[in-house]
């Protein structure tokens, strides 16, 4: 059975009339499928209007007490339920989840070596049962980026990452199709020039990109997951490109940046 | 089957350690259990924060749109979520909902006339089904009072009359038992007084009292709730008290107020 898994970023969830058009291309993707969002512009606006400055390393953000709240609200709060009554507005049966709910996935903070991230959690176990159950009553899961410990404890987990962490999860037990969905039509070869996507990429020109750091920060943990999803499981397809036409790889077109094998 | 349908309200919720311990005791609760919270203290912190003044009217928050985006934040994301996470923590199977999620509950958005109160819904219907189905999975739903119309729009609900709603909807599969967990030892016959609490309230008393103008505002939306629950269906139980006591009730213990039928 296909599994489409889709990343949205947050660079589209912040403009209203973008994320509409993909949630209505989302809406017609046929069988089990599952969202998966970010939200980082919008947690940094509240979190500037409250006075919290985000503090990214790495391309990802350092999570403190403040800021763990204020992206609980933001992606498990607002940004989750709006998504979420909007696709059932399009006859998606949508239920939104973060880590914590039916504990779906389970999530260990980050070593503070060497860089504390602070309130971040890695995936540790996803909870593939319960979303074959939900697939099975036709529900689509919109899963936010907040991960739970066990213990009590919310994570910010990266979206990016969980994506990959359900799709390797799920691939034993479905076909499963990756998308991650952004403001760039794929990867780029020069991050300057907008149209120079490269069609697909292999492990080999990501690694030699890399070294000449001609691989822009938010593009590094995508790839990265993107790779280890390839590596574990090569029937997983990754597809990476633009929130207005990456979906169109689900009816078999190119589109984007397609993640090749190692070899 | 039994059912427990427990509402917990913000004055309790915004306090770390009651919280918890109410946590713990609502863990012990034996078999299917449903918690509904608010959250308008928190609400309405974050709202001085960002500089959006709660307007209250008839004990009800007015809902404009930067309203609606804090309580969707901070009910259905951090209060939710940190909920969800302590129950896992405690093995209860505890997962978060809005009324979107899974189309739980539909909701209207209330006519503007006499009062217009904004974002503010009704509810119109409560999805029976997914609800049984979770219970037959050992999950426990936690509800957040944050409606939708179907239509794409979240809507500010009441959680008292969410708490309501869901005892009468599932009158007919299990047999309800109806907690209204808050700050006070149940109904007063003094509001002044703490120790005034009435063991039984019928609705007779209730309507003296209402037009004596002896219960407090707070206090009104739940009675009217549960009444209501108790008129369509005289086999919901239904109990009204502190936070630290209400649940002994689940033991056959005599806590709070215990409403009456009609007559």
Chains 1, 2 share one sequence.
Not at 162 to 177: G, P, R
Not at 189 to 209: C, P, R
Not at 213 to 225: H, Q, T, V, Y
Request: charged share 20%; hydrophobic share 45%.
């Amino acid at each position: 059975m296909k599994l489409s898994i889709v990343k949205i970023g947050g660079n589209i969830i912040d403009k209203p009339a973008s994320l509409n058009q993909f949630l209505k291309d989302f809406s017609t993707i046929e069988g089990a499928k599952i969202l998966v969002h970010g939200g980082g512009v919008l947690a940094s606006e509240l979190g500037k209007q409250l006075g919290v400055v985000p503090l990214m390393k790495n391309g990802r953000r350092v999570t403190d007490a403040d800021t763990l709240k204020i992206v609980s609200m933001v992606y498990a709060g607002s940004i989750n339920k709006e998504i979420v009554a909007a696709l059932q507005a399009l006859k998606v049966n949508a239920i939104g989840f973060s880590g914590a709910d039916g504990n779906l996935m389970t999530a260990k903070k980050r070593a503070p070596e060497p860089i504390d991230f602070g309130f971040v959690g890695d995936i540790e176990s996803v909870n593939t049962s319960l979303i074959q159950w939900l697939m099975d009553a036709g529900l689509c899961p919109v899963v936010s980026p907040i991960g739970h410990d066990g213990n009590g404890q919310l994570l910010n987990t990266n979206a990016d990452t969980i994506s990959a962490e359900l799709a390797i999860a799920l691939s034993d037990l479905f076909e499963v199709d990756l998308y991650y969905c952004f403001e760039k039509h794929g990867v780029l070869n020069d991050v300057k020039q907008e149209n120079s996507v490269i069609n697909a990429l292999s492990f080999n020109q990501y690694e030699t990109m890399k070294e000449k750091g001609s691989i822009a920060d938010g593009m590094l943990p995508k790839l990265e997951n993107a790779f280890k999803a390839k590596k574990v499981n090569v029937n997983v397809n990754v597809w990476i490109g633009h929130a207005s036409r990456c979906l169109l790889a689900t009816q078999g077109k190119a589109v984007g940046t397609q993640i090749l094998d190692q070899h």
